[in-house]
């Protein structure tokens, strides 16, 4: 420690910035790589924070139990037979079981949807009130929820990101593919997941998405709190274990813009024998396929962890565009700090002739090569943050960016590492010559 709080330090700082200071070119490059890499590190970390924290603030807000078909990554891929509903409510530990249909609007005022999505929520209306807590009912932010009166008709609920985009209020007209909508209500959920949706009677997107309507695409129901929720799952799939489910996909969402993930898993059902059922002339007993459990339960936070389950190679891609930029920032800082050395041996070779010992010349150079990763890191960092800030201006509705201290301050440490570890081999060349032979060779 007495090594590195010594009289020397105060002129090693000053002589070090005066040997960047003297090269403002090379220097300014290394600094620039630095900065690209730092900076596409705090962008690209805060995506995939910004993923994490809408899951969780998407699913963290459904209290109940959701149960779709197993295998299907969503509701839109998931068909359940109608009669399933009735049989679990009548089951010990439910209060209430709410039947759903999901489906995408191809259409919305003549102009296909497809990024972000445009989705159709279908639920039973009457269920829906007796709820608890219900997603999209208690985000109300203008007009009215849908009620018993609106069973059968065409009124809906719009997100608020949706009627801004359409230039839309309470009371407009909306067209979904080839029907007339009207907008009763709007609401807002802040979430990029949940505020998607077009919300309706279940039985107009029926209609709309000629969904059959032998099934739903999946069940929520509130626990009454007798039963704690693994019993109550374990119960529910014990009942339907080995009964033959519908395996369809509805291959109507798979519009352009559609993940590849969840195009992968709607493949992989239809090539286990999956038969969609889009007509309502084929039926399930056609094709049957048993599994050993017709149900998949989870809570909201179990599905939102096997979306993020499903985002594997997005972390893939952001580790390997990290690394990329590493390796360049690392190679960049290297080569300047080789040069600067090669050009100042004699420097150092007089610098050891007047007493300085090895480890002085090379807390010198590592002394550059922390200021060059100090530096970089936080022009980086700003940059990024920068860039944070005005995406999340540019496109609200699309996805919330987060560089969080916690990131910055990592962000800043890593460079300054990268520096320093930029800088240890041209010091150690530095430092294993002795003064004659530095100053022959410089």
Same mark, same amino acid.
């Given at each position: 420690?007495?090594?590195?709080?010594?009289?020397?330090?105060? +002129?090693?700082?000053?002589?070090?910035?005066?040997?960047?200071?003297?090269r403002?070119?090379?220097?300014?490059? =290394?600094?620039?790589?630095?900065?690209?890499?730092?900076?596409g590190?705090?962008?690209? +970390?805060?995506?995939?924070?910004?993923?994490?924290?809408?899951?969780?603030?998407?699913?963290?807000?459904?209290?109940?139990?959701?149960?779709?078909?197993?295998? =299907?990554?969503?509701?839109?891929? #998931?068909?359940?037979?109608?009669?399933?509903?009735?049989?679990?409510?009548?089951?010990?530990?439910?209060?209430?079981?709410?039947?759903?249909?999901?489906?995408?609007?191809?259409?919305?005022?003549?102009?296909?949807?497809?990024?972000?999505?445009?989705?159709?929520?279908?639920?039973?209306?009457?269920?829906?009130?007796?709820?608890?807590?219900?997603?999209?009912?208690?985000?109300?932010?203008e007009?009215?929820?849908?009620?018993?009166?609106?069973?059968?008709?065409?009124?809906?609920?719009?997100?608020?990101?949706?009627?801004?985009?359409?230039?839309?209020?309470?009371?407009?007209?909306?067209?979904?593919?080839?029907?007339?909508? &009207?907008?009763?209500?709007?609401?807002?959920?802040?979430?990029?997941?949940?505020?998607?949706?077009?919300?309706?009677?279940?039985?107009?997107?029926?209609?709309?998405?000629?969904?059959?309507?032998?099934?739903?695409?999946?069940?929520?129901? *509130?626990?009454?709190?007798?039963?704690? $929720?693994?019993?109550?799952?374990?119960?529910?799939?014990?009942?339907?274990?080995?009964?033959?489910? #519908?395996?369809?996909?509805?291959? $109507?969402?798979?519009?352009?813009? &559609? &993940?590849?993930?969840?195009?992968?898993? =709607?493949?992989?059902?239809?090539?286990?024998?999956?038969?969609?059922?889009?007509?309502? *002339?084929?039926?399930?007993?056609?094709?049957?396929?048993?599994?050993?459990?017709a149900?998949?339960?989870?809570?909201?936070?179990?599905?939102?962890?096997?979306?993020?389950?499903?985002?594997?190679?997005?972390?893939? +891609?952001?580790?390997?565009?990290?690394?990329?930029?590493?390796?360049?920032?690392?190679?960049?800082?290297?080569?300047?700090?080789?040069?600067?050395?090669?050009?100042?041996?004699?420097?150092?070779?007089?610098?050891?002739?007047?007493?300085?010992?090895?480890?002085?010349?090379?807390?010198?150079?590592?002394?550059? #090569?922390?200021?060059?990763?100090?530096?970089?890191?936080?022009?980086?960092?700003?940059l990024?943050?920068?860039?944070?800030?005005?995406?999340?201006?540019?496109?609200?509705?699309?996805?919330?960016?987060?560089?969080?201290?916690?990131?910055?301050? +990592?962000?800043?440490g890593?460079s300054?590492?990268?520096?320093?570890?930029?800088?240890?081999?041209?010091?150690?060349?530095a430092?294993r010559?002795?003064?004659?032979?530095?100053?022959?060779?410089?």
């Amino acid at each position: 420690m007495k090594l590195f709080i010594n009289v020397r330090a105060p +002129f090693m700082f000053r002589f070090a910035t005066q040997n960047l200071l003297s090269r403002p070119i090379r220097s300014l490059l =290394a600094l620039l790589g630095l900065t690209v890499a730092i900076m596409g590190m705090v962008g690209l +970390f805060s995506i995939a924070v910004g993923i994490d924290d809408t899951l969780k603030k998407s699913f963290g807000r459904i209290p109940g139990l959701a149960a779709m078909q197993p295998g =299907a990554p969503i509701p839109l891929f #998931s068909r359940i037979p109608t009669e399933w509903s009735t049989e679990i409510a009548s089951m010990k530990g439910i209060r209430i079981v709410r039947p759903e249909v999901w489906a995408r609007a191809q259409l919305v005022d003549g102009k296909p949807t497809f990024s972000p999505p445009r989705l159709l929520f279908g639920a039973d209306i009457e269920t829906t009130i007796a709820l608890k807590k219900a997603v999209y009912r208690d985000d109300l932010v203008e007009g009215r929820y849908l009620t018993a009166a609106d069973r059968g008709t065409f009124n809906c609920v719009v997100s608020q990101p949706i009627a801004k985009a359409l230039k839309k209020s309470v009371g407009d007209r909306l067209r979904v593919d080839t029907y007339d909508l &009207t907008i009763v209500g709007v609401y807002l959920c802040n979430s990029l997941l949940l505020d998607v949706a077009i919300v309706l009677d279940i039985d107009a997107v029926r209609k709309i998405s000629r969904m059959d309507s032998r099934y739903f695409s999946s069940l929520y129901f *509130e626990p009454d709190g007798t039963v704690s $929720n693994d019993e109550l799952i374990e119960s529910i799939q014990a009942r339907f274990r080995g009964r033959g489910g #519908s395996q369809s996909v509805n291959l $109507n969402a798979l519009a352009p813009g &559609t &993940t590849g993930n969840l195009l992968n898993a =709607a493949s992989a059902l239809l090539q286990s024998g999956a038969a969609p059922k889009d007509s309502p *002339e084929k039926s399930s007993e056609e094709s049957p396929q048993v599994a050993e459990n017709a149900l998949e339960i989870r809570s909201a936070s179990d599905w939102g962890a096997k979306i993020q389950a499903l985002s594997g190679e997005l972390d893939i +891609f952001l580790w390997l565009m990290t690394g990329i930029g590493v390796v360049i920032a690392l190679l960049s800082i290297l080569n300047t700090m080789l040069m600067s050395v090669a050009e100042r041996m004699i420097e150092f070779g007089v610098l050891k002739a007047n007493g300085w010992s090895a480890w002085d010349i090379l807390r010198l150079i590592t002394w550059e #090569s922390a200021l060059l990763g100090v530096i970089g890191g936080i022009g980086g960092c700003c940059l990024g943050w920068g860039a944070v800030q005005f995406g999340n201006w540019l496109v609200p509705d699309k996805l919330h960016l987060y560089a969080s201290p916690k990131l910055l301050l +990592f962000s800043l440490g890593f460079s300054t590492v990268l520096g320093i570890v930029g800088g240890l081999y041209p010091a150690w060349w530095a430092v294993r010559m002795s003064p004659m032979e530095a100053i022959r060779r410089g």
